[in-house]
């Protein structure tokens, strides 16, 4: 019996919109969530202490990042709440309590108000000095915005502790989920179809480079050095990884490898490459990604 | 069908960031294998099954939707390649205003290296012009690893990228010498971003070198800040004495 083409449409977008639904609206429990809020807070303080040392000196009165640089560089809808406090002690107080809400989300205490309140604060911060922003900062803040979603503090957490009682999974935890994984896998693939604009990614002495730079954190410059084939290596296996991963995410049977993959390669990536955090910040991501079992129990 | 959902008592506890809607329509939530067999065209009878009522759903699907479209258009419009003038005005008119503030407009193209002396570590090199002072500064330090020194880094690239710029050029090397003019302990610094260039890996035997991608003086006279630009000394033109134009090119006037 042949399908009428309005038939197979019909079917085609019924089966979309069941895929859709699914994805974004099945009740998930909170578990992984609160694993990824624990290590995003505590990913948060690290960053953010990264920035304490010089918080005066950027921002205060005469600071490097005064108004004038904010002005040439920031886009016009930008809008931080540390343009409003210039006084060392005023900077601080602000700053400490970006830092105390940090602490609070990985200790998931009020993690409702807290957790937009985290996201607030780190854009707030990044906005401020946009220059001195990097990756792991970006892909920070689009995790903290996905916990805001979530119902992270329902597990492994103050509240759940003072709740008592078990808590039901929501929907809203597999909406934010389902935004982790785009995230990974967009991130992962804007990575890759940025460095493959460049030449030394194709002849396969990229890693030579990534290695040889005095940020970079694992000394194997040497090594890479006396032999071309193991730098080629390193270096194809770095984009073949970032597509295998960006890609993999969407298969079913490849999603556990690669995340699992994403766990152990992306901080070897981050180290050296000299952007430890961010590695960090996309093996968080990775554990997002993991299969749930929820996911099993789906038809 | 709506004197159901009524009927239901919600079981989670409403959070202050659950919008009211989903407080309000959000059912008991059951088993989440309970409702896996049921699909999302059959929303009002699957209402049971802990997912959010179909007007939850629909308001949670448009906002999504759009999101989803934000991070696509941001990825395409913020690479270094550029983007179109379309893509470019689309996400600039509706995208950007809201995105922007929550720093989520951004393109995530971490090309990690192209291999190019602007992709080298950048440092910053401050010291007196002349008379006294506590000496030269050099941030960060070379065997500084920390992620505070990969923002100094990442200041001192973008103080040497911007000079490629009409609107950013020299903003930072006057803000960077007007910030340490104290740490110095000299109204009168030449600001330097120098950058370790490593070798080709065909010559990977040969040391990194040493490059400066921007000097400047700045000083203070009066509370004022004056910025005066000097070039490299590798990239100084000889100084030649102007040679006879041929043909009398541009002898007339």
New interface residues.
Partial sequence: MIESPRNAVADFCRGGAVTWEKFWFLPATASRLAVVRILAGLLGVALAWSWGTDLVGWFGDGGIVSPAVLEAWRSPTAVSLFDFVRSPPALWALFLAGVIAFVLLAAGAATPIVAPLAAIFWASLLHRAPMLAGPADDVLAAMLWCLVVSRAGDTLSVDRMLAGREPAPSWRNRTALGLLRIHASVIAAAAILSQLKADIWWDGTAAWWLASRESSRIGIAGILARSEWLTNLVTHAITLFEGAFALGLWQRLCRPLVAWAGIICWPLIGLLAGETFWGGAMAILSFACLPTAEDDTRP | MARDRRQEIP???R????PPV?SVA?PV?A???G???Q???E?RRSAG????SETV?GV??LL?SL??AG?ALS?ASN???GTSALLETIHSRFF??WM????????????????LPE???HHIEVLPVEGSGRGSVRIPA??E???????W???AR?AAL?EEGD??AG??PA??G???F??VGNDDLLVRVGR?V????SA??SP?VAETALEARVRRIDGDVQLIPSKPAEEMAPVIDRAPLRGGEGSGS
Wanted: zero cysteines; hydrophobic letters at 40%.
């Fill in positions: 079981r989670q506890p959070s202050a960031v659950q989903a959000t939530a088993s989440s294998s409702g896996a067999g699909t999302g065209l929303g099954d802990g997912r959010p759903r949670a699907t999504l999101y989803l991070l990825v690479s270094a390649s950007s205003p922007v503030p929550a720093w989520l407009d951004v393109g995530h193209d971490t090309r990690l290296t192209y291999g992709d080298a570590d070379a065997v690893r920390s992620e505070r020194a990969a923002r880094r990442r200041l973008a911007a609107e950013q903003v930072l803000a960077i007007g910030g340490l104290a740490k370790v490593p070798p080709e890996f990977a035997a990194p």
